[in-house]
Every structure is written in structure tokens, then in C-alpha cells.
């Protein structure tokens, strides 16, 4: 299968979604897109075969499954758009695409589409994980807590909430949630498991020895299960049993890398080097985050006489330490501001997300949140600074584009206004007041009959909108007046 550009698919969706002629547009949408397919986005003959003969939401869900299952999430993102585009109404095809935008790295999108109240599970968890890696912390716990009031036995939202305070070293706040939750649900497994998971992220070996030797003996092959008991297995020094429960966890599921990095440090331990440098490598190649992968594997490569490989990942080890450390300071300095917030010490505030950025230059939305408290300083200068950083670590960052046009547009700055805008509707062609601020920044720059064709696209997304009919009468007269 080939899926259509960005641009022309996007144009498709809306007439069907916004037009009276829904059915007609539809039809036209999907007949374009079967037309005018990127290249680069071509499923197996199987999936082809059944879009062409039935492009139907079905089809376009199978597809986007196996685009998002074979790493190829921005194709995943067209195809799920395509399934909407069919069933409109369906939560399981916008699932699909908010967690193909989330591994395409668009969590702004995401953030944009999927807003509270939500009645849908998973996308609950699509939305606080959005926020989770946007680094939204405090909007992610949020989401999920008033998710949970919907869903208190649920083990997804629990589970997701127990990793975020592990994430944030609130070690205590995890086991809480995670033994409610046991409380709430007596003997349930996939309960239990989030306990004992819990007990082990957070050091509490002792007590979760023999939970996770009971709950193994329940389901033997579970790979999760696995390794965790291997990883304990390891930690009190007996490798061999620990060896072979992660061996069965590395075989059962060959793409965690938790396991191939667990495996790794016990057979470095029982001086299988060769072995190790496989685990070890296969692990950061499948993405593991800990240092002491890069650290353990320059150990093997020098016992295996690889000295100059060995001296790079020394290397790369010692620039993890510093980006984790970067990183680190980046988190605790912005969960200072947001706390500095809540007690409205703003200017403070604006002092901690600067110290943030600069640990974090690459993180558009920490730039961001610290614009918005700049912006509420009346800081202008500094507000287009952390916007302009905003952007420049992340191009599509939509919230950012429109941000800096709404100044460009104050400052008089029309044409520049209108850029970012046009940008803006580009991105996120369902919004009324991108449309609405676009045709403002046209009409200020006597471009009426343009200024019209956008207020007329604001009013088409929202026909009550206030200001869009406004300027749609002013835009009239002034047009009348020719």
C-alpha cells in the first residue's frame, strides 16, 4: 500500500468530516488516496491487496497495525488517519493513531486531540503518556488519577501512574497505589504483578523474593515474570538460576531489552564474555537506557582483547552519565518551577525553567511551559526567546508555531504573523481559531478575499464561533466597499 501526502489527506478528511456532502467527500477521499500513494509507505501484498479492493476501516486498521508493528510509525500515522477518516466515531482507530503519533514523537498532536473528559481507557493512557514524554509530569498524573475515578480497578491506569512516580523517585507513592490496588482486587494476578514490579523497581528485594517465586510458579513462561526473578536471582548472587530464567525471558520475548541488558550482567559474572558482548549489544541496539550498558560492555570488549571498541563505548558511557545527569537536573529544576507556580512565585519560576532549558536545550516543551510563564510576566522578549528555542528543538511543535504568531500579530509584525499561522493550520487543519487568526493576520495585511477563505474555514469548523462571525461581517463590508 502507498498512503497519501500529509497535505492532500488532511484536506480529505475535513470535507468529509465538515461537509454536508459527507459520503460524496468521503468517497472522493479515499479514491485520491488510492491514487497518489508515498513511496516509502508500502505493506505487505496481503494488506495491499485488501486496500485496493476494500478500502475500508478494517483494512486501513490492519495496515496501520503493521506499519506501528514493524517500526514505521509516521506511515502508521496516515493509515490510522485514513481509518478515522471512515469511521469518524471509532475510539479504537483514534487509539491508533495517538500512540503512532506517540512513537513518531508528535506528542503535541496528541496532547491537542485528546482532551479530558475522556471516556475511553486507552486513550486516557494515550493522553497522560503524551504528557508523560513532554515531560508534562504533573499533567499526566492528572489524567490519569481522574481516569482512575472512571476506572478504579483498572490495572493499565494504575500501573501507568505507579511507573511515573517510579519515574519521579516517588518510590513510596508507587507502592501505595500499587497495594491499593491489590486491596481493591484480592488475588487478581495482573494486580499482583504491578505490586511485585513495584517492590522491585523500587529495592525492596527482600519482600519481593518470594512473591515473585509464587507468582512465577502460577504462569512459568511469563517473560515479564522471568526476568524479573532472574534480575532478583542475579542481585542476591545466584547466577545460575538467574541465567536460566533469563535465557527463557530473552527467548520468549527476543525485543526486551531489559532482559538482554539482565542477562548481559549475569554472564559477565560467570566470565562468559563472548556471551555478554551479544546480550549487552543487542540491548543498545534495542534502545536500553542505563549507562552500565555501555560501561559492562567496554569491560567484555577489553577482556575479548577489542580495545579501541572498548575505549569508544567508555566514551559514550561517560557522555550518558552527563546527558542522565543533564536530564536529571532538567527534571528537578522544572518540578521546582511548576511547584513555584502553585505557590504564584512566577518570577521564580521563570529563574528555574531557564536553569531546565539550559540543562535541556533539545526539550521544546519544557521551553514552552517556560514561555507561558514569561508570557504571564509580560517578559515579550523573553516569551519570543523560549518560543524560538521551542521550535527550534522540535519544528512541528504546533502550540509553539501559534504562540509566536499571536506575538508577531500584536507586535504588528503581519507578514511574519501570518507564516507561523499558516504553519499552524498546516499542522492542525481542525483547528477554528488557527483558521481564525490566520485570516485576522490577512485581513490586517488588506488580503480580504484570502482573509475570507480562512474566517469561512474557521466557520466551517465552528459555526457558533463568535469572533470568526465577526470578522466574516466586518470582512464583508470591507469588501463592499471596493
Known amino acids: 500500500m502507498r498512503l497519501p501526502g500529509h497535505k492532500r489527506f488532511v484536506c480529505c478528511v475535513c470535507g468529509a468530516r ?14 485520491v488516496s488510492l491514487s497518489t500513494f508515498a513511496e516509502t509507505c508500502i505493506g505487505p501484498p496481503a494488506l495491499e491487496a485488501g486496500i485496493h479492493d476494500h478500502p475500508s476501516g478494517e483494512a486501513y486498521a490492519a495496515m496501520g497495525n503493521w506499519f506501528a508493528e514493524n517500526s514505521k510509525p509516521d506511515c502508521a500515522v496516515q493509515a490510522y488517519q485514513l481509518w478515522l477518516a471512515i469511521e469518524p466515531a471509532s475510539t479504537k482507530a483514534l487509539d491508533g493513531l495517538a500512540r503512532a503519533l506517540i512513537a513518531a514523537g508528535d506528542y503535541d498532536t496528541v496532547i ?77 494476578f495482573e494486580a499482583e504483578r504491578i505490586q511485585f514490579r513495584t517492590l522491585v523497581i523500587s529495592g525492596d528485594y527482600f519482600d519481593a523474593a518470594p512473591m515473585g517465586q509464587r507468582l512465577l510458579a502460577k504462569a512459568p513462561h511469563d517473560a515479564d515474570l522471568l526476568n524479573l526473578n532472574g534480575l532478583l536471582e542475579h542481585k542476591a548472587g545466584d547466577n545460575s538460576a538467574a541465567r536460566k530464567h ?27 564474555a563472548a556471551g555478554a558482548k551479544v546480550q549487552l549489544e ?7 537506557r542505563e549507562p552500565q550498558a555501555r560501561f559492562e560492555l567496554a569491560k567484555v570488549l577489553r577482556t575479548l582483547g577489542e580495545t579501541e571498541e572498548a575505549q569508544k563505548q567508555l566514551e559514550l558511557f561517560q557522555q550518558k552519565l552527563k546527558d ?7 527534571v ?13 512565585e ?25 514561555s507561558l510563564v514569561l508570557s504571564d510576566l509580560g517578559d515579550t522578549a523573553g516569551e519570543r526567546a523560549a ?71 474557521a466557520l466551517k469548523l465552528d459555526p457558533t464561533n463568535a469572533g470568526a462571525r465577526e470578522l466574516s461581517k466586518k470582512l464583508a463590508e470591507t469588501s463592499g466597499q471596493r
Not at 18 to 31: H, S
Not at 282 to 288: N, Q, R, S, T, Y
Request: proline share 3%.
Open 18 to 31: 465538515e461537509c454536508a456532502l459527507r459520503g460524496l467527500m468521503l468517497a472522493a477521499c479515499l479514491a
Open 246 to 272: 533469563l535465557e527463557e525471558a530473552v527467548t520468549l520475548n527476543p525485543n526486551d531489552y531489559n532482559s538482554r541488558m539482565n542477562l548481559g550482567l549475569v554472564l559477565v559474572q560467570l566470565n562468559d
Open 332 to 344: 528537578m529544576k522544572a518540578t521546582q518551577a511548576e511547584e513555584a507556580i502553585k505557590d504564584g
Open 112 to 188: 491537542r486531540r485528546l482532551q479530558p473528559p475522556l471516556r475511553d481507557e486507552s486513550l486516557i493512557l494515550d493522553l497522560a503518556l503524551a504528557y508523560r514524554k513532554a515531560e508534562m509530569f504533573s499533567d499526566s498524573a492528572r489524567v490519569l488519577t481522574e481516569g482512575l475515578k472512571s476506572y478504579p480497578y483498572s490495572d493499565g491506569l494504575t500501573a501507568a501512574l505507579v511507573s511515573l512516580e517510579v519515574h519521579q523517585s516517588h518510590f513510596d507513592a508507587a507502592q501505595k497505589l500499587a497495594n491499593e490496588l491489590v486491596q481493591r482486587k484480592p488475588n487478581d
Open 282 to 288: 543487542k540491548a543498545i541496539e534495542l534502545g536500553v
Open 324 to 330: 542522565d545527569a543533564d536530564q536529571s537536573l532538567a
Open 387 to 457: 518560543l524560538e528555542q521551542a521550535i527550534k528543538a522540535n519544528p512541528k511543535f504546533v502550540q509553539a508555531q501559534y504562540a509566536l504568531g499571536y506575538l508577531e500579530f500584536h507586535a504588528g509584525e503581519n507578514a511574519a504573523a501570518e507564516q507561523q499561522f499558516r504553519i499552524t493550520v498546516k499542522a492542525a487543519p481542525d483547528s477554528a481559531r488557527a483558521w481564525l487568526s490566520l485570516a485576522a493576520a490577512l485581513a490586517a495585511e488588506g488580503r480580504i478575499q484570502e482573509a475570507q477563505e480562512a474566517v469561512a474555514s
Open 346 to 370: 512566577k518570577t521564580k519560576a521563570a529563574n528555574l525553567y531557564r536553569e531546565a532549558c539550559a540543562a535541556q536545550p533539545e526539550d521544546a516543551a519544557l521551553a514552552y511551559r517556560w
